[in-house]
Each structure stands twice: as C-alpha cells, then as structure tokens.
C-alpha cells in the first residue's frame, strides 16, 4: 500500500492534536506519553485540556443540575481550540444529511464507511420516480438505492486467477473503494462480499488449515463475523487460540501474546494471525507491530480494519505494512440505510496460497439499480410489443402474416449481420452500466482528511469519557460513581469507542439491554455487546467476583480458565459525522440513571401511554 499522504501524516505527528496513534513496540509504554524534544508532554497537556472542558474537578449527582450545551461547548473550545478548526464536518452533515437534523436522531451504533450521502439518495429516488413514470413502470423501493447484489458460488483462487467478466459499473466501484482504502490495485485483489460473517467465512473456508494449523485472533470483545469464521475453520482442523486482555485495563497481555506468535517449538506453517488494530467496543488500541512480529514468525497476516476510522489506512505504519489478507464493511447511507456490502482484500501473492478445491457461497456481485430498474420496463414494452402483436394477427388473413413476416426476415438478414447485432446488443449493455459511481460520503472522508477527523473524533470520545465519570449517586460517602468505563480512560491515543455499564445506587449493574431501549425511546440508538477473553491477576479475585456477572457454562465444565469470563455492557461509536450535540445529549440521557426511581417511572410513563412497557 502506497500511502498518499505520508507528508500530512509526518506533519501531524508532530503536533499533539494527531499524534500517529498506531506506531508503537508490542513491549514498550505508548511514544504518547512520553515528553517531546520540546519539553511537552502531549498526553497530559490532551487530559489536562479535556479535563478543563466541563467545570473543573465537578462531579455531578441530579441530572437536572447538568450544565446547558451551550455552555459545556464553549468551556470545550476554550481548552481545546483545535476542536473549532472541524467544522467543515458540522457544515457537511448540516447540508447532506439533514435528516438527522430532522428527525433529532443521535445516532451511536455505526462502524464502517458510509458510501452516499442522504442528499444523494433522495436526488437518486426522485430520479427513479421521474424514469417510472415516462416508462409507466413503478418506482424502485428508496430502501435500496443506487445497487442490487447477486451471489455467486465460486472458488475464491479461481474466482481471482481467472474471474468472470466485471461490468463497467463494478469495475469503478472497486477502483474507488480501494482508492479510499489505500490499497493498491498491482498488489492486491478485491471481492465483493454480502457482509462482514461472509467475507471472514469465505476466507477460513479457502485458507488451509489443513496444513497451517492455527488461528490467532485478538479481540476483546465476541464478534459474531470472527467466531463464524472460527467455526469453518475448526471443521478443517485448525487450532483457533485467543489473545487475553489483562484487567482492568483490558491492555494486551503483552507477555502471553508474545509468548503465542512467537513459539519456537516450529517456526513455519503458523497459520493465520486475525488482527483488528482497535477495538470496536472498547476504543483500546493495539500496535500494527504485532503483525509485523507475527509475519517474522511464519504467520499470515489478516487485518480487520471494520473498526478503523476513515482515512485510517492512510496512516505511516499502515502505508507501509502490508498484509496478506484485508477485510473492510461500508454500508450504504448513514443513519438511513445500514445495508451494502463487505470487501475482502487478498494479496496477490498470496492467492497461491488458498485452497484450489474449495466453493462458498460468499462472493456477490453489484448490479446498478438502474441495470435491474431500466431491466424490467424493457421487458414489460417487450411484452406489451407481444401482446400487440399477438392481437393483430388474430385478425389478419395466413397469406399477409407469411409475406408480412418474409419481409421482416429479410430486412434484419440486410440491415443486421452478426457483428452489427453484437455490437448493437454490447452498446446496449453498456448504456446501463456504464459511467462511474459517485460514492459522496466517501468524498466527503476524503474532503475532511485524516488529521481532522483523528482529532474531531478524539476529542469528542475522551470529552464524553470525562462527562461520564463525572456522574456520582447522590448521598453515597463514598462517592459511588454511576458509570464504569472499560478499557482506556482519557487518552489522547484511544480509538473513538466506549464501552461501559451503569450502576444503581445500590452498586448493581442496570441490564445493558435495559439501558439500550431506554435510550431508543429517548431517540438515541446506542449498541449492546459482550466482552470476553479477559484475564485476571491473582490480586483481582476479589473484584473478579463481584465484576462478572456471568460465566461460560461450557468452559466452566472442564477444567478452569482464567478467560472463560464475559460482561456485558453499553457500546458507543463515534464517527466523522458525531457533534458536539450528541455527546451530550447521551450524557444527559445517561445521568438521569442517577434519579433512582428513574427505570420505574419509565415504565409507567410507557404504560400510560399504552405503549410497550419496559422489562427490568
């Protein structure tokens, strides 16, 4: 991968506002917290601003105490005056995605890559709208804009080595994507997938654990896409083993992942090394030099980057690294239309190396909506053409049909030879594929760079991390805090994810789920997931017990282990799209748990109303 910006990279790795978040040695303390040349420690001048940005050393316990927006956004641009540079990204939203401006949705649930803009699905919509109508055919569905797809069942080396023919249309959605994702179109290949379980299927289907037994994964979190892709392999035979995530930090265990990639016991045919550079729940960061270690040792090398924040492949370590297999989501219209696609990216010299015998189901391909759309009026005027047709010779005489169609044969025998009807039916093709796709929410990625929307998102995380911690339950002496944040805390290197429970004034967990509908009925759609691989100290037991509330029931048959323990929590997304607005709606929403009443006056509320009530 070629980096296009390696220049704006270097120059933002200078300043603390967008440090190279993803350089680092598996073994050594983040470079961020470490003083600079000029005296400057960027982590604790990032946390001394942050912390500055709602009143100083305040801890709130009555959410109708909280300090307005307004207020709290300009203690927030006073300590962080960098955050006022992005407003291009406010402006964006404001003009192509008005609809989250209308509806008041705060929209918390999203990872991957917006393709459209909603500006640009409606201009599409009414567009289709206008074609039916001069065509007398009905109007596409909105909820399936600008594409179809239709699966095929291949064999992913032959599929690569010999393909079927691309349509034009394909072809310039492909050549963006990888353009958007810093790949290079000499070095690897690029699939279509239906979504993110089928592109991780379709590779540990392929890839052969026959002989390269072992499957490393690293996540913090259950991920239903790595764990189908668990299951294929483990029927071929393969070994999937996980790195743990130390409490409470949930950092990699360092010392044990090491002791995984490098075993000295064979040091070829490792198997395949599934790395995500950042978790999706948590916001931890992990350095892409474990995969550099791993590829030392004999490993192949899958990096997940559905978690990665645009423009994030463009980073100086990413630009550089190049791994065997890459896999990527994007979905269609942001806070609109969830569906689209997935994308697996194979080196080319690694197609060798996957299974020549093997088919699945989890290839697609995109056809154009206008393809399907112009498809089906063609077809109604052919049989309306028919049916008139039909109706004309009920009434003419056997000798005029003969010299009727005697004359039409020898028309198309003069006017139309093979390579004249051939290209005729080609220039028909490529009437309805052709022309490029303008993927406008991709644009608008590009537009904002990456040293924007790093820091907009970085700020607007650690500035709800610090607003959440600040909520303590009324009356508690000692301060009983609402809130447990998982993983990284205030951060200036953290990706732009939360993961967090609340607690009732009593110290018990208030169901995630629980939380989760609450919020949707408050017009905020937030995430639920499980955190699992996590390994406790012997100086944790006594937390260790009272944290988890669940264990695996499977594993807790056999014999003990330390990583057999999940919790559940709240997860939070922040994009290039979030404001200011949503961090602290979800804040003020999040703080009403201090009332402790609150869930049981929800649940008259909704009851009242004769609408669902709510389960606790």
């Given at each position: 991968m070629?980096s296009?910006?390696?220049?704006e990279v270097s120059r933002?790795?200078?300043n603390?506002c ?16 470490k003083?600079?040349s000029s005296g ?9 601003a942050?912390?500055a940005?709602?009143q100083?050393n305040s801890n709130?316990?009555?959410?109708e ?5 307004i ?5 927030l641009?006073n300590a962080?005056p ?6 291009l ?7 192509e995605y008005?609809?989250?401006v209308?509806s008041?949705?705060v929209?918390?649930?999203y ?11 409606q201009?599409?919509?009414?567009t ?10 009905p ?8 594409f179809?797809?239709s699966y095929?069942s ?12 691309e349509?034009e249309?394909e072809s ?5 994507i990888m353009?958007f994702?810093?790949v ?7 699939v ?10 379709l590779l540990?289907?392929s890839?052969?654990f026959?002989?390269?037994k072992?499957?490393l994964?690293?996540?913090?979190y ?8 668990i299951?294929s ?11 743990v995530f130390?409490?409470?930090n ?20 490792r198997g395949?090394f599934?790395?995500p550079?950042?978790?999706r ?13 791993a ?6 090398i899958?990096?997940d980057?559905c978690?990665l ?8 370590g ?9 896999i ?11 569906s689209?696609?997935?994308c697996?990216?194979i ?7 996957l299974c ?6 989890g290839?697609v ?5 206008n ?16 049916t008139?047709?039909?109706?004309q010779?009920?009434e003419e ?6 010299l009727?169609?005697s ?17 005729r039916?080609q ?5 309805r594929?052709?022309?490029?796709i ?5 644009d608008?990625?590009d ?10 998102t970085r700020?607007l995380?650690?500035?709800l991390?610090?607003?959440l911690?600040?909520l303590q339950h ?10 447990r ?5 205030i951060?200036l ?7 967090f429970?609340v607690?009732d ?5 208030v ?6 509908k609450?919020?949707d009925r408050?017009?905020i759609s937030?995430?639920c997931g ?6 406790f100290?012997?100086?944790?037991e ?5 944290m ?12 003990k282990d ?8 709240v997860?939070i997304?922040i994009?290039?799209l ?9 804040w003020?929403?999040v ?5 402790a009443d609150?869930?049981e006056k ?6 009242a109303l004769n ?6």
């Open positions: 070629q296009n910006c390696i220049r933002a790795c200078s603390d967008c440090s190279n978040l993803l350089i680092g040695l598996p073994e050594t303390r983040s470079s961020a917290s003083v600079t400057i420690n960027p982590q604790h001048e990032f946390t001394t942050i912390l940005s709602i100083p709130f316990t009555n959410h105490s909280l300090p307005s927006s207020e709290l956004f300009s203690y641009e962080y960098y955050y006022s540079t992005t407003v990204a406010d402006n964006i939203r404001a003009q008005n609809h989250i209308v008041n949705h929209c918390l649930d990872i991957g890559h917006g393709l459209f803009s909603y500006s640009q699905q201009g599409h919509n009414f289709a709208e206008i074609a039916s109508s001069s065509t007398s055919t109007p596409r569905p909105s909820d399936s804009p600008f179809d797809i095929k291949v064999n992913l080396n032959s599929f690569l080595l010999y393909g079927g023919q349509s249309f310039s959605t492909r050549k963006r353009k994702m810093n290079s179109e000499e070095d690897y290949y690029m279509f997938t239906a979504n993110q379980s089928s592109a991780f299927k540990a289907d890839y052969p026959q002989s390269n072992n499957l994964t690293v996540y913090d259950e991920n239903e896409a790595v764990q189908v892709m299951e392999s483990k029927k071929k035979g393969a070994r999937p083993i996980s790195a130390s409490w409470p949930l950092r990699v265990n360092s010392r044990k992942l090491r002791k995984l990639v490098v075993n000295k016991r064979k040091l070829s045919n395949l599934a790395f550079l950042q978790s729940m948590t916001g931890a960061r992990y350095s892409y030099q474990w995969m550099s270690l590829r030392e040792n004999g490993w192949h899958l990096l980057a978690a924040g645009p423009k994030e492949m463009e980073t100086l990413l630009s550089l690294f190049q791994p065997d297999f890459l990527c989501s994007f979905y269609k219209v942001f806070d609109e239309n969830p689209g696609f997935c697996l990216f080196k080319k010299s690694s197609v060798s190396e020549k015998s093997c088919t699945s189901m290839i391909s995109l056809l154009p909506a393809e399907s759309f112009e498809q089906l009026a063609f077809n109604k005027a052919e049989n309306e053409q028919e008139a047709i039909s109706q010779e009920i005489t056997p000798e005029q049909i003969h009727k169609e004359s039409v044969s020898e028309i198309i025998e003069l006017d139309e030879t093979p390579h004249t009807a051939q290209s039916n220039e028909s093709d490529a009437g594929t052709s022309g490029e303008e993927c406008r929410g991709l608008h990625a537009t904002l760079g990456l040293i924007l929307i790093s820091s907009r700020c995380t650690n500035w991390v610090n607003a911690m600040s009324p009356h508690s002496e000692n301060g009983l805090p609402l809130i944040i998982y993983g990284p805390k951060k290197e953290r990706g732009p994810a939360v993961a429970n607690y004034w009593k110290g018990e967990k169901d995630p789920t629980l939380v989760q609450l919020a408050n017009n937030v995430g499980i955190l699992t691989n996590i390994w100290s012997e100086i944790y006594e937390e260790k017990h009272r988890l509330e669940t264990r695996s029931r499977k594993k807790e048959s056999k014999k330390k990583n057999s323990y999940r919790i559940s929590v997860t997304s994009g290039m979030t404001n200011f607005d949503d961090m602290y709606r979800i003020a929403f703080s009403r748990f201090l009332d609150f869930v929800e649940r008259w509320r909704y009851t609408q669902t009530t709510v389960e606790v």
